[in-house]
């Protein structure tokens, strides 16, 4: 069947079982060299985007490692083996004008999708106080806001202009956080990382407009493995934001990205993510495999990391967002809502690893599990011999609705420092028959009293999201949940 | 308005309503009493649709607004939207929810299903306020999560709210009085009395006389062993108080 064919019965089947609005494909010619991955492809890559000798040694050194390395199996579930040489490692869109200098020279095609997908990028249309990135498959097809952010010292441009125009600072904080030697993904990804943002806040910004990058995949059996990398100087802020979706396919998609946020004294980075990557069918055929490095490292003192995630797609989450308490005093949050319906698989929790005095972390996560979901939160606690007086307080509630899904809690503590005080608290419920009736009881429907009793399970975290990012979440939640209850 | 009639109805295969008959009108009040186990729960539960009860046979006859309709086999929440409301015994904790947005997703949905507008937040706000003065209750309470950490009294007058707001055709109230202080009680039948009109129908369930002094039955019903054994007017209810259910049962 031709793709737009299997894409068209693919989105039949996708109605009858509930409403993925995303999962459609752009008809557009793609620069898509063979599938396949060895040294010359990462070559390739790094040609493609005209990136200096230091660029392409360090992929090399990255590809290398990783030959060695094995994919990691202790994560609570099961998946099919990745094909590695199966997957085109980049795909750009061909554009009529090969590299357009601003967004409105920017492929009809393109501009339509991510109208699409809500996220206009033109002057005239695009939505105030938030800069976008916006990156299709392999690259960045535009940055809006830059030179209004430029005014005020802020950088933010796809990672491929970074390596071009600030190669300093690349080379600076690159891998300073997330090493390409960490674990396997991370090393596929620091040698075939194709594009992503870079955001730089220079000392005492509070940065004026809301960052945020919108991942899209869109080209069959490619890889996306994008890199975030987001740098706050001493004293400044910035709230960054990230969303995603895929067109629904019935093969498996890997998206294997690395973010990297540096916070230096007294600045504070939030960064929200609304995941909602294409989760397969209903049977569980297709969706993407969404193995990700997520960490941030507090590197100055009194500085803040704030990680708050939204995770209703994919067919497999596997990611652990960290913070490393380096500076004394600093603070790390966790804040995360992870969905998981049909046969979607969620291993998902944080890491809080405090090295500085004093040094704060909270653990909020929310797991939301039906039909045959399976669903884990994973997290540590370590605390050093250093980290006088640290504090963490940790909170997991899971959520079951129906009777064949399953929820676990592996939270792990290592407490290396006696003036440590840790607090942990865990819960699992099930949607209670009794709140249900008492709800229909008073008009509302299955799906409105459901949508209250998880809005209501969930609301210590979408208070965390800025606020259009709540409504969002709270709509997508509802949606996924369409349908799972009764 | 209300006709049920040679109602059975149980949970878990085990039979509780035995044949019950009973005809309300609008703008009556029907006190229904009897003895701990006679089933006196479960009517209102069936009334209202709860899904862990089954209705073996009979029909619950329900006309509004010139419809008559067969609360049997209806889903809950369409029970709600024609105008049935029941306050719960052990009204339920919703975490989380502020009780103002619970009550007006509670109000815009019958709304939308009588055809009528929709309320905004901020009418809906004053209106809210409105019904919280009506029955003296305290408007710090409007943001409080659905029961969350309400005392037993302040639960029974949230479910008296809920029904002030909702403006329903026959609301049918279980235990209401149940673990109320006489205070409370006072409070909670005076706004019941305040919601009395000649188009709706109250059906009070209790297991003793004295809510029955302040919200003044047209009919009692004696209900044991799951049928209705007596009915009479409100003197019944004393008869009760003094003598008991024995007599009454034999």
Redesign the interface.
């Given at each position: 069947m031709s793709d737009t064919g299997k894409q068209k019965e693919l989105e039949a089947n996708k109605l009858a079982a509930g409403d993925y609005r995303y999962g459609f494909h752009t008809d557009i010619a793609e620069d898509k060299p063979p599938k396949g991955l060895n040294e010359d492809t990462v070559r390739l890559i790094s040609a493609k985007k005209k990136e200096p000798e230091w660029m392409l040694e360090w992929r090399l050194k990255a590809f290398r490692h990783w030959q060695n390395m094995h994919e990691p199996t202790w994560a609570n579930f099961e998946y099919g083996p990745i094909d590695y040489q199966d997957i085109f490692y980049y795909s750009a869109p061909k554009q009529k004008k090969p590299s357009p200098t601003s967004l409105e020279e920017v492929d009809q095609e393109l501009l339509k999708t991510f109208d699409r997908l809500g996220i206009p990028l033109t002057e005239q249309k695009r939505i105030s106080g938030v800069a976008v990135d916006a990156v299709f498959d392999s690259v960045s097809v535009g940055t809006t806001h830059q030179s209004e952010l430029a005014k005020h010292g802020v950088i933010f441009c796809s990672m491929s202009e970074a390596v071009l125009h600030h190669p300093d600072l690349v080379k600076k904080y690159l891998g300073s956080v997330v090493p390409y030697t960490d674990n396997f993904f991370a090393a596929l990804n620091a040698a075939v990382f194709s594009d992503g943002s870079f955001c730089y806040i220079p000392k005492g910004v509070h940065c004026p407009l809301e960052l945020s990058t919108y991942f899209r995949i869109n080209a069959e059996d490619t890889g996306q493995f994008e890199r975030t990398l987001v740098v706050a100087e001493d004293s400044s802020y910035v709230s960054y934001l990230e969303g995603c979706t895929a067109p629904m396919r019935d093969t498996n998609q890997l998206h294997a990205a690395v973010v990297e946020l540096v916070a230096l004294d007294h600045a504070h980075i939030k960064y929200s993510t609304v995941q909602n990557w294409y989760s397969g069918d209903k049977e569980g055929r297709g969706g993407i495999y969404n193995f990700v490095t997520k960490r941030g490292k507090c590197a100055g003192a009194h500085s803040t990391i704030s990680w708050t995630q939204v995770e209703a797609g994919s067919a497999i989450t596997w990611k652990y967002p960290s913070v490393i308490l380096q500076g004394d005093n600093s603070v790390g949050k966790f804040y995360s809502v992870a969905l998981t319906n049909h046969h979607m698989i969620a291993d998902t929790g944080t890491k809080m690893i405090h090295i500085g005095k004093n040094t704060k972390s909270t653990i909020v996560s929310k797991g939301i599990s039906s039909d045959h979901a399976h669903n884990s939160y994973r997290g540590l606690v370590k605390i050093m011999p250093s980290a006088e007086g640290a504090r963490n307080f940790s909170q997991c509630d899971s959520m079951l609705v129906g009777n064949h899904c399953s929820a676990n809690t592996f939270p792990y503590i290592e407490v290396k420092n006696n003036t440590a005080v840790l607090e942990h608290e865990a819960s699992t419920s099930k949607i209670?028959?009794?709140?249900m009736?008492?709800?229909?009881?008073?008009?509302?429907?299955?799906e409105?009293?459901v949508s209250?009793?998880i809005?209501?399970?969930?609301?210590?975290v979408f208070k965390e999201l800025p606020l259009e990012f709540s409504v969002e979440a709270v709509k997508l939640l509802e949606m996924k949940l369409e349908g799972s209850v009764g | 308005m209300l006709e049920i009639k040679d109602l059975h109805a149980g949970i878990e295969g085990k039979e509780i309503l035995k044949g019950i008959n009973l005809k309300v009108n609008a703008g009556e009040v029907h006190a229904i009493m009897g003895p701990n186990g006679s089933g006196k729960s479960t009517l209102s539960k069936v009334i209202?649709?709860?899904?862990?009860y089954t209705v073996t046979s009979g029909v619950i006859e329900y006309e509004v607004n010139f419809k008559k309709l067969n609360l049997v086999g209806m889903?809950?929440?369409l029970?709600?939207?024609e105008g049935v409301?029941?306050a719960?015994q052990y009204?339920?904790?919703?975490?989380?929810?502020p009780s103002s947005?619970?009550l007006r997703?509670?109000?815009n949905?019958?709304c939308r299903?009588q055809g009528a507008p929709e309320m905004d937040p901020i009418d809906f706000d004053q209106y809210l306020r409105g019904k919280m003065k009506l029955l003296s209750m305290d408007e710090k309470n409007i943001d409080r999560?659905v029961n969350v950490d309400f005392s037993g009294g302040e639960k029974k007058r949230n479910e008296v709210l809920?029904m002030a707001i909702?403006n329903p055709r026959l609301a049918v109230m279980d235990e209401t009085d149940s673990g109320l202080d006489i205070d409370s009680m006072k409070i909670v039948a005076e706004g019941v009395n305040k919601l009395r009109r000649p188009d709706n129908a109250v059906i009070l369930i209790t297991h003793y006389q004295r809510l029955l002094n302040y919200i003044q039955p047209d009919f009692v019903h004696i209900l044991y062993n799951g049928k209705i054994v007596r009915s009479e007017g409100k003197e019944l209810a004393q008869e009760v108080e003094n003598r008991g259910y024995d007599w009454l049962i034999k």
């Open positions: 209670n028959a009794e709140q009736f008492y709800l229909r009881s008073r008009g509302l429907d299955l409105e009293s209250l009793i809005n209501g399970f969930c609301k210590d | 209202a649709g709860h899904p862990q889903e809950p929440d029970r709600a939207r409301f029941m719960f009204p339920v904790e919703i975490p989380g929810i947005v619970f997703a509670a109000f949905a019958i299903h999560p809920q909702l």
